[in-house]
């Protein structure tokens, strides 16, 4: 049970327009190089300063459960390693977390087939800010100083785009993913786009996040 997300998406009641992205896409392939042009620009003209990347993995860029890349999606992972060669960060409930995968073995070998780092946290998604924040922070090439210069790329919206709201960072959702969710994850996940949906004909828009170096 993730709990982060039971607790977390309680502050939906008040806050509904937590759950919205910044910016959707049908699949990774359709993500911007560099991300930020995936938002809009800023009122003086210029894109946000995006300066890392947050990776979800599970039907963002593999199939879940699985610890490689997507074929069709190589070319573009390629692409990301290229513009962000320090500052790429995968963030998953399945691989690295405490719970999920205690030895982490899934972590190692998910980040040997990426050839990028895989966040090891105790606790998940959504909630789990300020251990990407310390990552961040122990990585100075990377040149992370504030939540508003990271990227939440992901494909749930009541754990990725939350967690990018709820931490003043920018969302990417990807609407459709690898495969399509079946059972219970296929419920919520239905949930989540018919909420989405909602929010957005009810006129919702997600925070901007907050830049103070403006």
């Known amino acids: 049970m993730n709990v982060s997300a039971t607790l977390n ?7 509904p327009a937590l759950c919205l992205p910044h910016s959707t896409i049908s699949n990774f392939n359709q993500l911007p190089v560099p991300v930020s042009k995936a938002f809009p620009k800023t009122p003086s003209g210029e894109y946000p300063d995006i300066r890392a990347v947050v990776l979800d993995k599970d039907n963002c860029f593999a199939v879940p459960k699985e ?18 060669p320090h500052s790429l960060l995968i963030v998953s409930n399945s691989a690295g977390t405490s719970t999920s ?3 982490l073995s899934h972590a190692s070998l998910l ?8 966040l090891s946290h105790r606790t998940k998604k959504p909630g789990c800010k300020d251990e990407i924040m310390r990552w ?10 504030h ?34 969710p079946l059972g219970v994850e296929g419920f919520f996940v239905g949930l989540e786009k018919g909420l989405a949906g909602f929010l957005v004909r009810r006129g919702y828009v997600p925070p901007v996040p907050a830049n103070p170096f403006e």
């Open 9 to 15: 998406v309680l502050r939906l009641i008040f806050n």
């Open 67 to 84: 610890n490689s890349i997507y074929p069709d999606y190589e070319e573009k992972f390629r692409s990301l390693r290229t513009a962000y």
């Open 101 to 103: 995968d205690p030895t």
């Open 111 to 118: 980040s040997k087939n990426t050839e990028i780092p895989v």
């Open 136 to 145: 961040f922070a122990a990585h100075p090439e990377t040149g992370v100083t």
């Open 147 to 180: 939540p508003s210069q990271v990227a939440v790329v992901g494909d749930r919206l009541a754990t990725d785009i939350l967690m990018a709201n709820v931490s003043g960072m920018w969302g990417v959702w990807i609407r459709e993913g690898v495969t399509r």
